[in-house]
Protein backbone atom coordinates (compact mmCIF):
# COMPACT_ATOMS: atom_id res chain seq x y z
CA UNK A 1 0.00 0.00 0.00
CA UNK A 2 1.17 3.38 -0.77
CA UNK A 3 0.26 7.09 0.75
CA UNK A 4 -1.00 9.60 -2.01
CA UNK A 5 0.09 13.29 -1.39
CA UNK A 6 -1.90 15.53 -4.09
CA UNK A 7 -0.57 18.90 -4.33
CA UNK A 8 -3.11 21.86 -4.96
CA UNK A 9 -6.70 22.94 -3.58
CA UNK A 10 -8.65 23.19 -7.01
CA UNK A 11 -11.55 21.11 -8.04
CA UNK A 12 -9.70 19.39 -10.06
CA UNK A 13 -7.14 18.51 -6.73
CA UNK A 14 -10.47 17.49 -4.81
CA UNK A 15 -11.48 14.73 -8.39
CA UNK A 16 -8.08 13.22 -8.16
CA UNK A 17 -7.67 12.75 -4.58
CA UNK A 18 -11.37 11.19 -4.79
CA UNK A 19 -10.36 8.83 -7.44
CA UNK A 20 -7.06 7.97 -6.17
CA UNK A 21 -8.70 6.92 -3.07
CA UNK A 22 -10.57 4.29 -4.74
CA UNK A 23 -7.51 2.40 -5.71
CA UNK A 24 -6.89 -0.90 -3.77
CA UNK A 25 -3.10 0.18 -3.49
CA UNK A 26 -3.81 2.99 -2.26
CA UNK A 27 -3.60 3.88 1.75
CA UNK A 28 -4.38 7.63 2.55
CA UNK A 29 -4.30 10.52 0.55
CA UNK A 30 -3.27 13.62 1.14
CA UNK A 31 -4.07 16.90 -0.19
CA UNK A 32 -1.82 20.21 0.14
CA UNK A 33 -2.99 22.49 1.54
CA UNK A 34 -6.99 21.16 -0.19
CA UNK A 35 -9.75 22.53 0.41
CA UNK A 36 -13.04 22.43 2.39
CA UNK A 37 -13.81 19.04 0.40
CA UNK A 38 -10.35 17.48 0.61
CA UNK A 39 -9.34 14.77 3.31
CA UNK A 40 -6.26 14.75 5.21
CA UNK A 41 -5.23 18.40 4.08
CA UNK A 42 -1.72 19.44 5.49
CA UNK A 43 -1.05 22.95 5.34
CA UNK A 44 1.45 23.88 2.66
CA UNK A 45 1.18 26.09 0.44
CA UNK A 46 2.36 24.37 -3.57
CA UNK A 47 5.02 26.64 -3.73
CA UNK A 48 6.87 25.36 -0.27
CA UNK A 49 8.70 22.72 -2.89
CA UNK A 50 11.03 21.75 -0.12
CA UNK A 51 8.43 21.47 2.80
CA UNK A 52 6.41 19.38 0.53
CA UNK A 53 8.87 16.77 -0.25
CA UNK A 54 9.62 16.47 3.88
CA UNK A 55 6.02 15.55 3.83
CA UNK A 56 6.02 13.10 1.26
CA UNK A 57 9.36 11.38 2.53
CA UNK A 58 7.90 11.17 6.13
CA UNK A 59 4.83 9.89 5.35
CA UNK A 60 6.10 7.52 2.58
CA UNK A 61 4.09 9.40 -0.22
CA UNK A 62 3.71 8.69 -4.26
CA UNK A 63 2.73 12.64 -4.81
CA UNK A 64 0.70 13.90 -7.66
CA UNK A 65 0.51 17.86 -8.57
CA UNK A 66 -2.71 19.30 -9.62
CA UNK A 67 -1.29 22.78 -10.91
CA UNK A 68 1.00 24.80 -13.10
CA UNK A 69 2.87 26.73 -11.15
CA UNK A 70 4.73 24.07 -9.18
CA UNK A 71 5.56 22.30 -12.43
CA UNK A 72 6.82 25.29 -13.62
CA UNK A 73 8.64 25.71 -10.33
CA UNK A 74 10.76 22.30 -10.51
CA UNK A 75 9.11 20.51 -8.51
CA UNK A 76 9.21 17.18 -10.14
CA UNK A 77 12.98 17.98 -10.37
CA UNK A 78 13.25 18.54 -6.86
CA UNK A 79 11.57 15.71 -5.62
CA UNK A 80 13.04 13.27 -7.95
CA UNK A 81 17.07 14.18 -6.74
CA UNK A 82 15.59 12.85 -3.33
CA UNK A 83 14.56 9.86 -4.94
CA UNK A 84 10.80 10.44 -4.44
CA UNK A 85 8.02 9.41 -6.54
CA UNK A 86 5.98 12.07 -8.36
CA UNK A 87 4.04 12.28 -11.69
CA UNK A 88 4.09 15.50 -13.11
CA UNK A 89 6.47 17.01 -15.93
CA UNK A 90 10.15 18.27 -15.26
CA UNK A 91 11.11 22.20 -15.21
CA UNK A 92 11.77 21.91 -18.72
CA UNK A 93 8.91 19.93 -19.81
CA UNK A 94 6.68 22.47 -18.34
CA UNK A 95 7.61 25.27 -20.55
CA UNK A 96 5.08 23.74 -23.32
CA UNK A 97 2.90 26.21 -20.29
CA UNK A 98 4.89 28.35 -18.61
CA UNK A 99 6.09 30.06 -21.40
CA UNK A 100 3.85 30.55 -24.50
CA UNK A 101 6.76 31.78 -26.84
CA UNK A 102 8.48 28.80 -26.26
CA UNK A 103 5.48 26.54 -27.01
CA UNK A 104 4.78 28.24 -30.10
CA UNK A 105 8.48 28.27 -31.69
CA UNK A 106 8.38 24.42 -30.63
CA UNK A 107 5.28 24.09 -32.72
CA UNK A 108 6.71 25.76 -35.54
CA UNK A 109 10.49 23.69 -35.83
CA UNK A 110 8.19 20.30 -35.27
CA UNK A 111 5.57 21.32 -37.95
CA UNK A 112 2.82 21.16 -35.10
CA UNK A 113 -0.20 23.14 -36.28
CA UNK A 114 -1.14 26.05 -34.72
CA UNK A 115 -1.73 29.77 -35.88
CA UNK A 116 0.72 31.80 -37.66
CA UNK A 117 2.72 34.17 -35.29
CA UNK A 118 5.42 36.80 -34.51
CA UNK A 119 6.99 38.01 -31.23
CA UNK A 120 7.73 41.18 -29.62
CA UNK A 121 8.90 43.27 -26.33
CA UNK A 122 8.68 46.51 -28.15
CA UNK A 123 5.21 47.95 -28.37
CA UNK A 124 6.18 50.34 -31.43
CA UNK A 125 7.02 47.76 -33.60
CA UNK A 126 4.10 45.41 -32.46
CA UNK A 127 1.72 48.16 -33.01
CA UNK A 128 3.28 48.81 -36.60
CA UNK A 129 2.78 45.13 -37.28
CA UNK A 130 -0.83 45.11 -36.54
CA UNK A 131 -1.04 48.03 -39.16
CA UNK A 132 0.66 45.52 -41.54
CA UNK A 133 -1.70 42.61 -41.19
CA UNK A 134 -5.25 41.95 -42.69
CA UNK A 135 -6.37 39.43 -41.13
CA UNK A 136 -8.03 39.98 -37.30
CA UNK A 137 -5.51 38.89 -34.10
CA UNK A 138 -4.52 37.76 -30.63
CA UNK A 139 -2.72 39.29 -28.39
CA UNK A 140 -0.71 36.79 -25.88
CA UNK A 141 1.38 37.63 -22.65
CA UNK A 142 3.84 35.32 -22.66
CA UNK A 143 4.12 33.62 -19.45
CA UNK A 144 1.88 32.60 -16.93
CA UNK A 145 -1.28 34.81 -16.24
CA UNK A 146 -3.77 32.74 -14.47
CA UNK A 147 -5.66 32.58 -17.51
CA UNK A 148 -5.95 36.27 -18.20
CA UNK A 149 -2.86 36.84 -20.51
CA UNK A 150 -4.99 36.77 -23.96
CA UNK A 151 -6.61 39.33 -25.68
CA UNK A 152 -8.98 38.16 -28.39
CA UNK A 153 -9.05 41.36 -30.18
CA UNK A 154 -12.14 42.06 -32.36
CA UNK A 155 -10.24 45.34 -35.14
CA UNK A 156 -6.87 47.14 -34.70
CA UNK A 157 -8.07 49.41 -32.10
CA UNK A 158 -8.19 46.58 -29.52
CA UNK A 159 -4.97 45.12 -30.30
CA UNK A 160 -3.46 48.55 -29.53
CA UNK A 161 -4.39 48.59 -26.50
CA UNK A 162 -3.99 44.61 -25.85
CA UNK A 163 -0.10 45.33 -26.52
CA UNK A 164 -0.19 48.98 -24.19
CA UNK A 165 -2.20 46.66 -21.57
CA UNK A 166 0.53 43.68 -21.43
CA UNK A 167 4.01 45.25 -22.91
CA UNK A 168 3.69 48.93 -21.40
CA UNK A 169 1.08 48.67 -18.54
CA UNK A 170 2.58 45.44 -17.72
CA UNK A 171 -0.34 44.03 -15.50
CA UNK A 172 0.56 40.74 -15.96
CA UNK A 173 4.28 41.67 -14.47
CA UNK A 174 6.60 39.87 -16.01
CA UNK A 175 4.66 37.40 -17.78
CA UNK A 176 4.00 40.25 -20.14
CA UNK A 177 7.61 40.91 -20.78
CA UNK A 178 7.34 39.37 -24.50
CA UNK A 179 4.02 39.05 -26.86
CA UNK A 180 2.91 36.64 -29.13
CA UNK A 181 0.45 38.39 -32.09
CA UNK A 182 -1.05 35.02 -34.09
CA UNK A 183 -3.70 35.15 -36.16
CA UNK A 184 -7.35 34.41 -34.88
CA UNK A 185 -9.15 31.02 -35.68
CA UNK A 186 -12.42 31.44 -35.45
CA UNK A 187 -13.78 27.92 -35.09
CA UNK A 188 -14.78 25.48 -32.64
CA UNK A 189 -13.14 25.22 -29.23
CA UNK A 190 -12.72 21.63 -27.54
CA UNK A 191 -9.94 19.86 -24.92
CA UNK A 192 -7.90 17.22 -25.93
CA UNK A 193 -6.05 15.56 -22.81
CA UNK A 194 -3.71 12.73 -23.21
CA UNK A 195 -1.28 11.07 -20.23
CA UNK A 196 2.38 10.52 -20.81
CA UNK A 197 5.15 8.46 -20.19
CA UNK A 198 7.23 10.10 -22.07
CA UNK A 199 7.40 7.52 -24.79
CA UNK A 200 3.60 6.79 -25.02
CA UNK A 201 0.35 9.31 -24.67
CA UNK A 202 -2.55 7.40 -24.34
CA UNK A 203 -5.95 9.83 -25.07
CA UNK A 204 -8.06 10.42 -21.87
CA UNK A 205 -11.61 10.97 -22.20
CA UNK A 206 -12.44 14.00 -24.59
CA UNK A 207 -14.29 17.04 -23.22
CA UNK A 208 -15.38 20.74 -23.61
CA UNK A 209 -14.91 23.65 -20.83
CA UNK A 210 -17.06 26.56 -21.11
CA UNK A 211 -14.93 29.53 -20.29
CA UNK A 212 -17.05 32.52 -20.04
CA UNK A 213 -19.14 33.50 -17.51
CA UNK A 214 -22.42 34.06 -18.60
CA UNK A 215 -25.26 31.78 -20.64
CA UNK A 216 -23.70 31.75 -24.43
CA UNK A 217 -20.02 32.34 -23.48
CA UNK A 218 -21.12 36.02 -22.83
CA UNK A 219 -18.79 38.26 -20.73
CA UNK A 220 -15.35 37.84 -19.54
CA UNK A 221 -12.81 34.58 -19.45
CA UNK A 222 -13.43 32.73 -15.84
CA UNK A 223 -10.78 29.39 -15.15
CA UNK A 224 -14.05 27.23 -16.31
CA UNK A 225 -17.52 27.30 -15.62
CA UNK A 226 -18.44 24.12 -16.35
CA UNK A 227 -17.32 21.07 -18.52
CA UNK A 228 -18.93 17.77 -20.15
CA UNK A 229 -17.11 14.65 -20.95
CA UNK A 230 -17.56 13.02 -23.91
CA UNK A 231 -17.63 16.08 -26.72
CA UNK A 232 -19.13 14.92 -30.06
CA UNK A 233 -16.94 17.97 -31.03
CA UNK A 234 -13.93 15.09 -31.38
CA UNK A 235 -15.77 12.47 -33.25
CA UNK A 236 -13.01 9.57 -34.02
CA UNK A 237 -11.90 10.60 -37.39
CA UNK A 238 -10.70 14.10 -35.40
CA UNK A 239 -9.26 12.19 -32.10
CA UNK A 240 -7.15 10.25 -34.40
CA UNK A 241 -6.25 13.52 -36.04
CA UNK A 242 -5.25 14.99 -33.06
CA UNK A 243 -3.53 12.16 -31.39
CA UNK A 244 -1.15 12.06 -34.37
CA UNK A 245 -0.46 15.07 -35.76
CA UNK A 246 -0.78 16.82 -32.07
CA UNK A 247 0.10 14.80 -29.39
CA UNK A 248 2.45 11.93 -30.27
CA UNK A 249 4.48 14.56 -32.52
CA UNK A 250 4.67 16.31 -29.18
CA UNK A 251 5.92 13.89 -27.48
CA UNK A 252 8.60 12.07 -29.48
CA UNK A 253 9.84 16.37 -30.51
CA UNK A 254 10.12 16.83 -26.71
CA UNK A 255 12.05 13.39 -26.21
CA UNK A 256 14.30 14.87 -29.48
CA UNK A 257 14.54 17.53 -27.89
CA UNK A 258 15.92 16.05 -24.70
CA UNK A 259 13.00 17.06 -22.31
CA UNK A 260 11.32 13.87 -21.55
CA UNK A 261 7.47 14.76 -21.25
CA UNK A 262 5.87 12.59 -18.30
CA UNK A 263 2.66 13.87 -17.24
CA UNK A 264 -0.92 15.37 -18.62
CA UNK A 265 -0.15 16.55 -21.51
CA UNK A 266 -3.53 19.22 -22.15
CA UNK A 267 -3.79 20.66 -25.75
CA UNK A 268 -6.54 23.85 -26.39
CA UNK A 269 -7.76 23.07 -29.86
CA UNK A 270 -9.57 25.12 -32.33
CA UNK A 271 -10.85 23.05 -35.18
CA UNK A 272 -11.39 24.73 -38.54
CA UNK A 273 -12.41 23.48 -41.85
CA UNK A 274 -12.15 20.10 -40.47
CA UNK A 275 -8.74 20.72 -39.10
CA UNK A 276 -7.18 20.91 -35.38
CA UNK A 277 -4.97 23.90 -34.39
CA UNK A 278 -3.21 23.88 -30.71
CA UNK A 279 -3.78 27.47 -29.14
CA UNK A 280 -1.86 26.27 -26.57
CA UNK A 281 -0.34 23.41 -24.57
CA UNK A 282 -1.19 23.26 -20.78
CA UNK A 283 0.88 20.58 -18.93
CA UNK A 284 -2.00 19.31 -16.34
CA UNK A 285 -5.10 18.27 -16.19
CA UNK A 286 -7.71 21.20 -16.83
CA UNK A 287 -9.97 22.50 -14.44
CA UNK A 288 -12.88 21.77 -14.48
CA UNK A 289 -12.36 19.27 -17.43
CA UNK A 290 -10.55 16.79 -14.68
CA UNK A 291 -13.97 16.33 -12.56
CA UNK A 292 -16.52 14.65 -15.30
CA UNK A 293 -12.91 12.97 -16.84
CA UNK A 294 -12.17 11.00 -13.48
CA UNK A 295 -16.14 10.46 -13.28
CA UNK A 296 -15.70 8.40 -16.34
CA UNK A 297 -12.69 6.58 -15.56
CA UNK A 298 -13.27 2.93 -14.91
CA UNK A 299 -9.62 1.82 -14.10
CA UNK A 300 -7.30 2.43 -11.48
CA UNK A 301 -6.00 6.02 -11.79
CA UNK A 302 -3.08 5.14 -9.10
CA UNK A 303 -1.47 2.68 -11.68
CA UNK A 304 -1.49 4.87 -14.43
CA UNK A 305 0.22 7.93 -13.14
CA UNK A 306 2.52 5.58 -11.14
CA UNK A 307 3.34 4.16 -14.70
CA UNK A 308 3.67 7.06 -16.67
CA UNK A 309 6.18 8.30 -13.78
CA UNK A 310 8.31 5.26 -14.22
CA UNK A 311 8.41 5.77 -18.32
CA UNK A 312 6.13 2.29 -18.03
CA UNK A 313 2.78 3.09 -19.76
CA UNK A 314 3.12 0.63 -22.42
CA UNK A 315 2.75 -2.31 -19.39
CA UNK A 316 -0.97 -1.77 -19.10
CA UNK A 317 -3.96 -2.11 -20.93
CA UNK A 318 -5.68 1.06 -23.03
CA UNK A 319 -7.31 2.80 -20.19
CA UNK A 320 -11.61 2.06 -20.59
CA UNK A 321 -14.48 4.72 -19.98
CA UNK A 322 -17.75 4.68 -18.39
CA UNK A 323 -20.01 4.71 -21.55
CA UNK A 324 -21.94 7.38 -19.71
CA UNK A 325 -21.64 10.97 -20.27
CA UNK A 326 -20.67 13.61 -17.41
CA UNK A 327 -21.40 17.32 -16.77
CA UNK A 328 -19.37 19.37 -14.10
CA UNK A 329 -21.96 22.44 -13.25
CA UNK A 330 -19.64 25.22 -11.29
CA UNK A 331 -21.25 26.91 -8.37
CA UNK A 332 -19.52 30.36 -8.25
CA UNK A 333 -19.66 33.35 -5.79
CA UNK A 334 -21.72 36.26 -7.58
CA UNK A 335 -19.04 38.71 -8.80
CA UNK A 336 -16.15 36.63 -9.88
CA UNK A 337 -14.14 36.89 -11.65
CA UNK A 338 -14.00 40.35 -10.52
CA UNK A 339 -14.77 40.46 -7.09
CA UNK A 340 -16.90 38.61 -4.93
CA UNK A 341 -18.11 37.95 -1.21
CA UNK A 342 -16.23 35.09 1.12
CA UNK A 343 -17.25 33.12 3.88
CA UNK A 344 -21.02 32.43 3.22
CA UNK A 345 -22.28 29.23 4.71
CA UNK A 346 -23.40 26.65 2.37
CA UNK A 347 -26.17 24.47 3.03
CA UNK A 348 -27.55 21.18 0.85
CA UNK A 349 -24.20 19.17 0.89
CA UNK A 350 -24.91 16.13 1.70
CA UNK A 351 -27.23 15.09 -1.14
CA UNK A 352 -24.63 13.58 -2.54
CA UNK A 353 -26.11 10.03 -4.52
CA UNK A 354 -24.95 7.62 -6.80
CA UNK A 355 -24.88 9.96 -10.00
CA UNK A 356 -23.26 12.72 -8.78
CA UNK A 357 -20.70 13.74 -6.54
CA UNK A 358 -19.61 17.28 -5.18
CA UNK A 359 -16.19 18.25 -6.24
CA UNK A 360 -15.11 21.25 -3.91
CA UNK A 361 -12.71 24.11 -5.00
CA UNK A 362 -13.16 27.36 -3.24
CA UNK A 363 -14.50 26.20 0.17
CA UNK A 364 -13.23 25.80 3.87
CA UNK A 365 -14.16 23.91 6.35
CA UNK A 366 -14.65 26.14 9.63
CA UNK A 367 -16.10 25.14 13.05
CA UNK A 368 -17.96 22.36 11.68
CA UNK A 369 -19.36 24.56 8.66
CA UNK A 370 -18.46 24.55 5.07
CA UNK A 371 -18.20 28.27 3.81
CA UNK A 372 -17.07 29.79 0.66
CA UNK A 373 -13.76 31.09 0.15
CA UNK A 374 -13.43 31.73 -3.33
CA UNK A 375 -14.79 32.48 -6.97
CA UNK A 376 -15.09 28.91 -7.79
CA UNK A 377 -16.41 27.18 -5.28
CA UNK A 378 -17.83 23.71 -6.33
CA UNK A 379 -18.43 21.48 -9.37
CA UNK A 380 -21.46 19.58 -8.84
CA UNK A 381 -20.88 16.76 -11.36
CA UNK A 382 -23.26 13.87 -12.43
CA UNK A 383 -23.16 10.68 -15.05
CA UNK A 384 -26.21 10.56 -17.19
CA UNK A 385 -27.11 8.00 -19.79
CA UNK A 386 -26.88 10.64 -22.18
CA UNK A 387 -25.03 14.25 -22.61
CA UNK A 388 -29.24 15.60 -21.74
CA UNK A 389 -29.39 12.92 -18.66
CA UNK A 390 -26.44 14.20 -17.58
CA UNK A 391 -26.82 17.47 -18.01
CA UNK A 392 -30.31 16.86 -16.18
CA UNK A 393 -28.83 15.41 -13.13
CA UNK A 394 -26.00 17.78 -13.02
CA UNK A 395 -28.48 20.48 -12.74
CA UNK A 396 -31.10 18.68 -10.61
CA UNK A 397 -28.17 18.11 -7.98
CA UNK A 398 -27.00 21.95 -8.26
CA UNK A 399 -30.48 23.21 -7.14
CA UNK A 400 -30.38 21.18 -3.56
CA UNK A 401 -27.03 23.48 -2.72
CA UNK A 402 -27.16 27.08 -1.40
CA UNK A 403 -25.53 30.58 -0.50
CA UNK A 404 -26.70 33.66 -0.54
CA UNK A 405 -24.43 34.33 -3.38
CA UNK A 406 -24.44 31.79 -5.21
CA UNK A 407 -24.10 31.59 -9.12
CA UNK A 408 -24.03 29.28 -11.95
CA UNK A 409 -24.36 29.22 -16.08
CA UNK A 410 -27.66 27.65 -17.12
CA UNK A 411 -26.28 26.42 -20.39
CA UNK A 412 -23.64 23.93 -19.45
CA UNK A 413 -23.23 21.01 -22.18
CA UNK A 414 -26.10 22.97 -24.67
CA UNK A 415 -22.96 23.23 -26.78
CA UNK A 416 -22.59 19.75 -27.32
CA UNK A 417 -26.28 19.05 -27.74
CA UNK A 418 -26.14 21.34 -30.38
CA UNK A 419 -23.95 19.16 -32.54
CA UNK A 420 -24.97 16.27 -31.71
N1 LIG B 1 -5.41 32.03 -32.24
C1 LIG B 1 -6.58 32.12 -31.61
N2 LIG B 1 -7.72 32.29 -32.33
C2 LIG B 1 -8.92 32.42 -31.73
N3 LIG B 1 -9.10 32.36 -30.39
C3 LIG B 1 -8.01 32.18 -29.62
C4 LIG B 1 -6.70 32.05 -30.18
N4 LIG B 1 -5.83 31.86 -29.17
C5 LIG B 1 -6.55 31.90 -28.05
N5 LIG B 1 -7.86 32.08 -28.28
C6 LIG B 1 -8.97 32.16 -27.31
O1 LIG B 1 -8.46 32.67 -26.08
C7 LIG B 1 -8.62 31.71 -25.03
C8 LIG B 1 -7.42 31.76 -24.11
O2 LIG B 1 -6.25 31.48 -24.84
P1 LIG B 1 -5.22 30.37 -24.43
O3 LIG B 1 -4.14 30.35 -25.45
O4 LIG B 1 -5.96 29.09 -24.18
O5 LIG B 1 -4.57 30.95 -23.09
P2 LIG B 1 -4.88 30.82 -21.55
O6 LIG B 1 -5.72 29.60 -21.32
O7 LIG B 1 -3.54 30.74 -20.95
O8 LIG B 1 -5.58 32.09 -21.19
C9 LIG B 1 -8.80 30.38 -25.74
O9 LIG B 1 -9.53 29.49 -24.94
C10 LIG B 1 -9.53 30.79 -27.01
O10 LIG B 1 -10.91 30.93 -26.78
MG1 LIG C 1 -6.59 28.07 -22.34
Not at 49 to 70: M, R, W
Not at 105 to 115: D, G, H, S, W
Not at 227 to 234: E, F, G, N, V, W
Not at 303 to 324: E, F, R, V
Request: hydrophobic residues 35%; aromatic residues 8%; contains cysteine.
Amino acid sequence: MVNILVVGSGGREHALSWKLSQSSKVDKVFTAPGNGGTKNNVPIPVENIKELADFASKNQCFTVVGPEAPLANGIVDYFESKNLGIFGPSKNGAQLESSKIWAKQFMKRNNIPTAKFEIFDNPKEASSYVESVDHPIVVKADGLAAGKGVIVCNGKDEAFSAIDTILVKKTFGDAGNKIIIEERIDGIEASYIALSDGNVAVPMASSQDHKRIYDDDKGPNTGGMGAYSPTPIIDESMAKKIQTDIIDKTIHAMKKEGNIFRGFLYAGIMIKNKEPFVLEYNVRMGDPECQPITMRMDFDLYDYLHAASAGDLNSLPTPSWKKQSAVCIVLASQGYPESYPKGEEISGLDADDNNSYVFHAGTNFVNGKILTNGGRVLGVTALGDSLKNAIGNAYSATEKISWPHKYCRKDIGKKGLAYL
